[in-house]
Structures are given as structure tokens and as C-alpha cells.
């Protein structure tokens, strides 16, 4: 396959940013094409020649490739890999984590130039943190560079001079002392003492920092020269510090590299409100976006697919680019790299996955057939585990490791191993613990991970050697549920019809099916609790599936066993877990492995053991690395080696790289290390990890209601799923959509239903239905929360409908005769002021509708029986006038019309704006009375009146009395302003405070 570029020197020229191939030291001239980004439009155009030593760059960063190119409204930046670490070597082709990673802007050469220089200084201050001196690197990438295995020292000048090496770090050497950094490093600490412990701490300025938008107050009280100061980042050595993390990275270390904006691009968000509503979170979309690809959760080959199995490797001989080939279930900067791909440069196109890349080597002391098999040596550390491949080439002598991993003499009875694993998490319903749960309308689950543990010989295939590939499946439950963020012991709540779910169910498993073979669920959900129900739920779908034909509806069975972890293996007995595979055994014997040799694919693993606890994390790491490790003693056994991988002290390297990986999905999934983590690495369970795994518990719990939210959103949207206007969004509310159902569809599906179950005269014609928010109270504008429902409008009446949105049955309704609709009324709509969304005129409209009950308020309330209930509420005040006690009015507000409108014709059309989406609503009612008002006064003029004479014919309004819209505000913005208390302001605050820093 074409070369991918190993080294790019980025810099910024007058008319872009230059992206330069070069090659990586010992290795032959770079013959890919440099390229240029231009600035503002972000355009790649190739360059025909090497710019490198013009007078208008002098400043390089050396990258390690590119992760893409981010898009927000109208700036772009290019993130680019300027830390990585080697993790692991895969027949020769080394698999790196990115450990850091630079955005650099394309608003201008002078922003450019400073964010480059920044990541420089910080790529210096490692190399110098670590020991390394040296201004280069020893950058081979020939499986043998940095065999340090710290992260990669990558250089401060770009161009080093000749006969330059790298000094080797002296790792027993002390770098720092208290003295040092209090006084030496002072200006670390002053950054965050400015914040907490100044008058200033938390002025418009520093707000503006951490990228909240100023209060209308701070910025009156702030000159325009202040607010752009505020938006900018402070010059490096000034900028403010602070903690937090994903997959609890530093931000101390990993905020340096935040660009400043462009001053115009600054000056015109400023001047230009609709633009400042798209851009006030700018500053912690890159922060999280810049911990989130430096968080060690993200690895990349140049020559290696770790998309794929081993077994299913794509030809390396082809003319065909990696990203061609690479999985597109596990592609995670596809989004962000399109562009390049766009541009036909391959070379720079770099695939990712999220998961985990982990290796180990060992010895086995023994004679081939020997039940004394033992294990003698083991390396853990990467650098050792790479010694020991290259050792075992073909031209290397081979040797032994000894317990310390230190190489020993020969020995003939000695077998050198690897193993390696790799996970990979799915972009499919890809997200958080609790935001993303359960399953989508098209069959992806929440957390779905590939796991695959491959055992090879250190120098792999020569002389015959086989190669194992044991894959497993890890997934949330694949029904539509969720579960509250606010509790430690949350309750999960099933959502949709039996229908609904049992159609997605069948999509999910027919996908795992083609994908993997046959598949067996281990279920370890409590069959008691607040686990029981969803628990349930899924044994009857995969009963009800099965008996329907199985998964593909030809007899393929779901094998099923649900095995409650936590009654089972109560007291820390987490070694019950054996019985488990006393009942799987048999199964997973036949599912067996794929195995390798010569090249050549000589058996195939023939189905998938699919694992799901409730997140699918601590009990499920703890049953994966214990059929894991079934599976690895009967591969040993294949070659006459018997080992006890259960008991035997020196196989601690197993478990420690199982519960790496268990750590890994846990805290990109839950924020935190995984549970009962303790067992994982020792097999034994003891109170001082069920302690720490309390620590942790609460860990989880404020990620789960703080961090979490702004951090999904940033996934969203750096995978593609949702546009900038979700920041916009969680400013207002704080909180992040599912964006994998499908709303539009959802509001639609509960309209069918309203007019199914609410309009029982079949004569009754539906003309259109709507789903909007309403007060939550009627006869009132304003009383919170604000509730979704549903308005059916017939040829002779309103249907005021309230849904259950969890099962998506009806609640209630009433109905409303067109002829007692007295007064119809639409403006703007404002129900809070505490965001910029909120108090936008033009999405913030709605209409009131003023009628008489007439003989009675009649609500139908839909629970066993459907029965009436006479509501009261207080007299309220319409156009002016008071309304009787028969009279009432309710308030409906329109809902973002892309995820909520649907046309009378019920086809697909471009959504209207919310003004024009009452106006229809409205149009369509007022038009409806009118026509029955016409209707009736029609049968009274067939009768003449003599008295009238020869009186002047009224106008058709007032012969008829027909319906007219009134232009109104329902609740104006300065009313609105008034009804928000100061308690409701100061809590916002605080929320906005700790959840958008």
C-alpha cells in the first residue's frame, strides 16, 4: 500500500500553512508532495517545491502525522500529532499511541506562527522533563526508535545539524526537587493562584476564558479592548491553568497549545451577535478536543490496518491507501480528515481507532510435550517487549527472558511468546456512560467493543509458527433504555414498543452475525433490583427472536445465558466466574480461533461471545479476561505447553495487561479506572480495593452529571453526527442530546399515535397534527417545567394531547370544538433569560388559543379505563379581556422545527423557521373555524328578516364573525426579563460555572 508520512514540518508561510513531508532519520528521501492550507478557507493545494528554508517560516513544528482538520463556524484548525509512544510491534510494525497533540489555526500567519511555537516549547519541555537534552530525536521508525518507550522527545528545531544524536536519558537521575519547582517554576503556580486568589478571579475576562459568555452587565462594564483580551488565550508563561480531565489527562500540561484567535475573526464575533451565539464555547470545544485526542485512548499504524484482525489483514502489496481498507466502524477521524481525502492526499491521511494497544512477552521454560511447563520470564514494558522481537529475528541470536525481563543464556526447552492485545470501540452510538445507553433505531449499541487477543512467537511467523486471534464482543444492552446521571444506583427506564425494540434487537444481532458467525450472550445483569427489568426484557427478546427463525430468520439461534454476577459471586468470590464457562464451555469450543500459518489462514473463528453487564465495563473485564485467559491456556496447549495462568504467580503479566485494557475502555467510557480492578491484576479480592473502588464510584458520579455532557457533545461533533449549533444549545441548558434517534421520527410516530387513540368518530378527517412545548399547567404561560405534547387539528376539532414520551403512549387529552375557539393569538415566546438561545426573538415564538368549555371541561385520561376529570384553573386575561370561569386558554411554544416539523402531506420537505411554523399552525386553525363559522351562519341567512329593512350588508368579518389572528407577545423579552428571580439567575450561574469549565 502507498506510504503514509511518518514526519511532517509544518510552518506558516504569508499565503497558508505548509505541511512538508520529511523523512524520518535513516530512511530514504520523502517523495510525497508538500501542501498548503490556505488561511480563512482552509483549501489544500499541493506545492511543487520545498519551502522549508524560506526567510518567511521561521518557525517548525515537527509532527508525527495529522489527525484532521476541524471545522467550527468559520475558523479551522489543523490538529496535529506533535507527542506519540510506542506501545507495541506487530510483525514488525510498530502501533503508537498519541500521548499530544497541537491545533493550529488558519485565521491568519501571525496565529498561526504562535500556536506553533507554543507546541515547540511544549515538545521542549518534555524532551527536557524527561531526561533528553538533545534538540532531536532518534526517529527511525523502523520498529527500533524510541525504544525508551517514553513519549516521543520530538524535536524543538526542525532542522538539526549533522552527526547530531540524542543523549540517552538518565532515568535514576533526579530532575526536580520542591525547591526547584516553588521557585524555578513559580509562574506554574502563579497561574493558578491568579484565578483563585486574586480580586480579579472571576471578572468578564476570565470567564470569557474558560468560554463562557459574558453577562449582559460584564459586558457593559468591559471596553471593547477588554472583551477581545478576554477571548484571547494569555501569551504563554501567563495563561491560566487549570484541572479537569478526559481520561483524566492533565490540563496543566495539555492547554498550552490552545490557539488565540485571529483579532478580526475576534472584532467580527464582537460586532456580529449572531455570530458570538455560534462561537462563545470555542475556547472549550479546542481544550476538550485537545485532551481528548492526548488521553492515550487513540492509536495508529503507518503499515499496520489496526482496524482489522489479524486474520483478515488486508493485502499490504496493493496500490490501495490504508484508509480504504481501514474498518469504517472503527475509523474515528474520518470526519475530521475528509478534507484531505477530498484532496486525493493520501499521504497525509492518517486512520485512528479509540481502544487499547497493549503486549507482552514471556518465556515458557519447556520442553515441547512437557507437563512441566512453567513460565520463567516475562517483559512487561514496552521497550523490553520490542527488545525482545528484535532479538528474535532470523539474524539475532535468540534469548531468554528472566523474571526481571533481563535476557539470558539460550536454552533449547525455551519458547519466547507474545501477547498482544487490541481493542477497538465502535463510532457507531459512540459517547459517554448514561448519555449514550442502550441501543439506535438501526441496531448500534452504546459502548461496542471489538476486543482481539492475539499469541504469536516473538519473531512470529518463521520457521512455521503459528499465530492465534481470539476475538470477543463487549456492547450495551440492545434495547432502547436509559438511565438518570443523578443517581449512584439508577434506574433503568425501557423506552419504546415491544416492536420498536424487538425490530432493533434483530438489526443488532444480524449485524454481529454477519460480522462474526454464530454469537452467545452472556448477560451479567442482577436478576433482582433495578436490573431486573431491562435484565428481562432482553432474555424475552432473544427467546421471542429465536422463535421467529433465529437471527436471520433461517434457524441461526442466539445463544443466551443469563448469569447474575453479583448474586452469584457475592462475598468477593469473583472465581465463581468459572462456572460461567462450565456452561459456555462447549459452546465456545466450537466457536474456537482463527489461526495463522505461513501467511496463510488455516482456521477461523466461527462465532463471537458476546459480554454486557449495565456499562458493560467491571464485571464484564472481569468475565472477558477469565475467558481470555481459557482461551490462551488452550492455544499453549495446542503447542504441548501447560501452564496455570489461574494460580501461577509469574503470570502476573497477563493479568496486568487485561486490566490495562479494562482501564482503558473504562475511563473513555465512564471518565474513571475500572471496578474490582484488584481482581482483574491479582485474581484476589480484598477491602482495600473495594474501597478504592468506592473512590472511583464517586468519581464517576461527578463525571456523570458534570463533565460529561459538554465532553459528548465535543464527540458528536468531531465525528460528524451534529453541526456547531449543539454548543449554542448546551449553553442554554448544559445538557447533550441523543442525536442517535431519530426525533423527527419519534414526534412523528407519537402523532400517528394521538390520532389513533384520540379521534374516535370515524367521520372526524385529520387535516395535520404538531408537536410542540406547553406550560405544564393550563391557563398559564409560564409554569415550569415546559412540556412536550402533541396538537391534532380535525375538520371539527383540537386534540390537546399529553404523551408519555418513555413509552410513547398518551397520557391524557382533551378535545376542543372548532366553534368554542373564541381567540387565537401568536408572537414572540420567551420562557427564560439566562441564555443568549433563550432570548432570541426569532426561534423563541408560540400562540394562545383562548376557548369556552361549554357544558363542562372534558379530559380523557388514559390509564386501564379512559375516564374524565373537570380541571380548574384561575381566570386569566386575553387580548384585554377577562375570561370566564368557562373559559380557558393554552400556550403552546414552537420546538426547533428540523427535528420536529412534519408537513400536512406527510412528505419530507426543508423545515421552516419557527416564525413561519406558527404561522402555519395558526393559518390552518384560523382557516378551519372560519370555514364552520361560515358553515352555520349560512343556514340562518336562508331565513330573511324583515325588520332588518334595507340596512347597509355588513362586512364578511363581522356577518360571519369569522376568526382573525392576533399579532401579539405572549411573553415579550422585557417581561420575561422581569419574571427571572435572582435565585433562578445565581443558580444558572453556578450550574454554567461548573458544568462549561
Request: glycine share 6%; aromatic share 8%.
Amino acid at each position: 500500500m502507498p506510504g503514509i508520512v511518518r514526519k511532517v514540518l509544518i510552518f506558516a508561510a504569508v499565503d497558508g500553512l505548509i505541511l512538508q513531508p520529511a523523512p524520518p532519520r535513516n530512511h530514504k528521501p520523502a517523495t510525497e508532495q508538500a501542501i498548503k492550507l490556505e488561511y480563512k478557507t482552509s483549501a489544500i493545494t499541493p506545492l511543487l517545491k520545498d519551502r522549508r528554508q524560506e526567510d518567511t517560516a521561521p518557525s517548525t513544528l515537527e509532527a508525527h502525522g495529522v489527525v484532521g482538520l476541524l471545522k467550527v463556524s468559520s475558523s479551522s484548525f489543523l490538529i496535529s500529532i506533535s507527542r506519540r509512544e510506542q506501545v507495541a510491534q506487530i510483525k514488525g510494525k510498530p502501533i503508537y499511541s498519541i500521548t499530544e497533540v497541537a491545533l493550529i489555526p488558519l485565521s491568519s500567519q501571525v496565529d498561526a506562527e504562535k500556536a506553533i511555537v507554543r507546541a515547540r516549547d511544549s515538545q521542549h519541555r518534555h524532551a527536557q522533563e524527561t531526561g533528553n537534552n538533545s534538540d532531536s530525536e532518534p526517529d527511525s521508525d523502523d520498529g527500533r526508535d524510541d525504544l525508551s518507550m517514553t513519549e516521543d522527545n520530538s524535536v524543538a528545531s526542525a532542522h538539526p545539524e549533522e552527526g547530531e544524536t540524542a543523549a540517552k536519558p538518565d532515568l535514576h537521575k533526579r530532575t526536580t526537587s520542591i525547591a526547584e519547582d516553588v521557585i524555578s517554576k513559580k509562574g506554574m503556580y502563579g497561574r493558578f493562584t491568579q484565578r483563585w486568589f486574586s480580586k480579579g478571579g472571576w471578572t468578564a475576562e476570565n470567564k470569557r476564558k474558560e468560554g463562557l459568555s459574558a453577562s449582559q452587565e460584564d459586558l457593559a462594564n468591559a471596553s471593547k479592548a477588554d472583551q477581545l483580551k478576554a477571548v484571547n488565550p494569555a501569551p504563554d508563561g501567563e495563561q491560566e491553568q487549570g484541572t479537569g480531565s478526559v481520561a483524566e489527562a492533565s490540563k496543566d500540561d495539555q492547554t498550552s497549545d490552545i490557539p488565540n484567535q485571529a483579532p478580526e475573526e475576534v472584532k467580527h464575533a464582537v460586532d456580529d451577535a449572531s455570530e458570538t451565539q455560534q462561537i462563545p464555547l470555542l475556547p472549550k470545544l479546542l481544550t476538550v478536543s485537545k485532551m481528548l485526542f492526548s488521553s492515550r485512548s487513540f492509536f495508529f499504524s503507518y503499515d499496520y490496518d489496526l482496524s482489522r484482525s489479524i486474520a483478515n489483514q488486508p493485502n499490504t502489496s496493493t496500490s490501495v491507501p490504508l484508509f480504504k481498507t481501514f474498518d469504517p466502524l472503527f475509523f474515528w477521524n474520518r470526519n475530521l480528515v475528509g478534507p484531505f481525502i477530498d484532496a486525493g492526499q493520501n499521504g497525509f491521511v492518517l486512520p485512528l481507532i479509540q481502544g487499547f494497544a497493549g503486549q507482552r512477552a514471556f518465556t515458557v521454560d519447556a520442553a515441547s510435550g512437557s507437563s512441566e511447563a512453567s513460565i520463567s520470564g516475562a517483559a512487561s514494558a514496552p521497550q523490553d517487549v520490542i527488545a525482545v522481537q528484535e532479538e528474535s529475528t532470523p539474524d539475532a541470536p535468540s534469548q531468554a527472558l528472566d523474571n526481571a525481563g533481563i535476557a539470558v543464556a539460550d536454552k533449547s526447552d525455551q519458547n519466547q511468546l507474545l501477547l498482544t492485545l487490541v481493542s477497538r470501540r465502535s463510532v457507531k452510538r459512540a459517547g459517554l456512560r448514561y448519555l449514550r445507553r442502550g441501543i439506535d433505531e438501526e441496531g448500534n449499541v452504546a459502548n461496542s467493543v471489538e476486543t482481539e487477543q492475539i499469541l504469536s512467537a516473538a519473531e512470529w511467523e518463521s520457521n512455521g509458527k503459528k499465530i492465534y486471534s481470539f476475538l470477543q464482543y463487549r456492547g450495551s444492552m440492545p434495547l432502547f433504555f436509559s438511565q438518570s446521571p443523578y443517581s449512584l444506583k439508577p434506574i433503568a427506564s425501557m423506552q419504546g414498543s415491544w416492536e420498536q425494540n424487538a425490530e432493533a434487537f434483530r438489526l443488532h444481532f444480524q449485524h454481529l452475525a454477519a460480522r462474526y458467525g454464530n454469537v452467545q450472550v452472556d448477560s451479567l445483569v442482577d436478576k433482582s433490583g433495578t436490573e431486573s427489568a431491562v435484565g428481562g426484557a432482553f432474555e424475552k427478546h432473544a427467546i421471542s427472536l429465536n422463535e421467529k427463525g433465529g437471527i436471520d430468520g433461517k434457524g441461526n439461534k442466539l445463544g443466551f445465558e443469563w448469569f447474575d454476577f453479583h448474586h452469584i459471586c457475592r462475598g468477593m468470590k469473583f472465581e465463581n466466574v468459572s462456572q460461567l464457562f462450565d456452561i459456555l464451555g462447549p459452546t465456545l469450543q466450537t466457536y474456537s480461533w482463527s489461526v495463522l500459518q505461513n501467511g496463510q489462514a488455516i482456521q477461523r473463528q466461527s462465532g463471537i461471545l458476546r459480554t454486557n453487564c449495565m456499562d458493560c465495563l467491571d464485571r464484564t473485564n472481569v468475565v472477558q479476561s477469565a475467558c481470555a485467559r481459557n482461551s490462551l491456556e488452550q492455544q499453549l496447549g495446542d503447542q504441548g505447553i501447560a501452564i496455570d495462568l489461574q494460580k501461577d504467580p509469574r503470570t502476573a503479566w497477563f493479568n496486568s495487561l487485561w486490566a490495562d485494557n479494562g482501564d482503558a475502555i473504562s475511563r473513555q467510557y465512564a471518565g474513571t479506572a475500572a471496578l474490582k480492578g484488584d481482581f482483574t491484576r491479582t485474581r484476589k479480592r480484598n477491602i482495600t480495593g473495594a474501597l478504592t473502588d468506592f473512590g472511583l464510584t464517586l468519581s464517576r458520579y461527578y463525571n456523570n452529571i458534570v463533565n460529561d455532557y459538554f465532553a459528548q457533545n465535543v464527540i458528536d461533533y468531531l465525528l460528524g453526527r451534529v453541526d456547531e449549533s449543539i454548543f449554542i444549545d448546551f449553553e442554554a441548558d448544559m445538557k447533550a442530546q441523543d442525536y442517535a434517534v431519530d426525533l423527527r421520527k419519534v414526534r412523528h410516530n407519537a402523532i400517528e399515535t394521538c390520532s389513533r387513540q384520540c379521534i374516535e368518530d370515524a367521520k372526524e378527517d385529520l387535516i395535520a397534527g404538531w408537536t410542540l412545548t406547553c406550560p405544564k399547567d393550563t391557563n398559564s404561560l409560564r409554569s415550569l417545567p415546559f412540556e412536550e405534547c402533541v396538537l391534532l387539528l380535525t375538520d371539527q376539532a383540537l386534540y390537546f394531547c399529553h404523551m408519555d414520551w418513555t413509552t410513547e403512549k398518551v397520557q391524557s387529552f382533551e378535545r376542543i370544538d372548532l366553534e368554542c375557539i373564541d381567540a387565537i393569538a401568536k408572537g414572540t415566546y420567551i420562557t427564560s433569560t439566562l441564555a443568549a438561545r433563550e432570548m432570541d426573538e426569532r426561534k423563541n415564538v408560540g400562540f394562545i388559543i383562548a376557548y369556552s368549555t361549554r357544558g363542562g371541561d372534558l379530559v380523557r385520561v388514559n390509564t386501564r379505563s379512559l375516564g374524565s376529570d373537570a380541571a380548574e384553573g384561575p381566570t386569566k386575561m386575553i387580548a384585554g379581556k377577562s375570561t370566564k370561569d368557562n373559559n380557558k386558554l393554552i400556550a403552546f411554544k414552537a420546538l426547533p422545527p428540523k427535528s420536529s416539523f412534519v408537513s400536512i402531506e406527510g412528505r419530507d420537505q426543508e423545515p421552516p423557521s419557527e416564525i413561519e411554523h406558527i404561522k402555519i399552525i395558526c393559518d390552518e386553525i384560523v382557516k378551519l373555524v372560519n370555514a364552520s363559522r361560515k358553515g352555520e351562519s349560512a343556514i340562518i341567512d336562508d331565513k330573511p328578516n324583515p325588520a332588518e329593512g334595507d340596512r347597509k350588508p355588513e362586512s364578511e368579518a363581522e356577518k360571519h364573525q369569522l376568526l382573525v389572528v392576533e399579532e401579539k407577545d405572549i411573553i415579550s423579552l422585557a417581561d420575561a426579563k422581569k419574571s427571572t428571580g435572582y435565585l433562578e439567575q445565581l443558580g444558572y450561574s453556578l450550574k454554567k460555572l461548573v458544568w462549561a469549565t
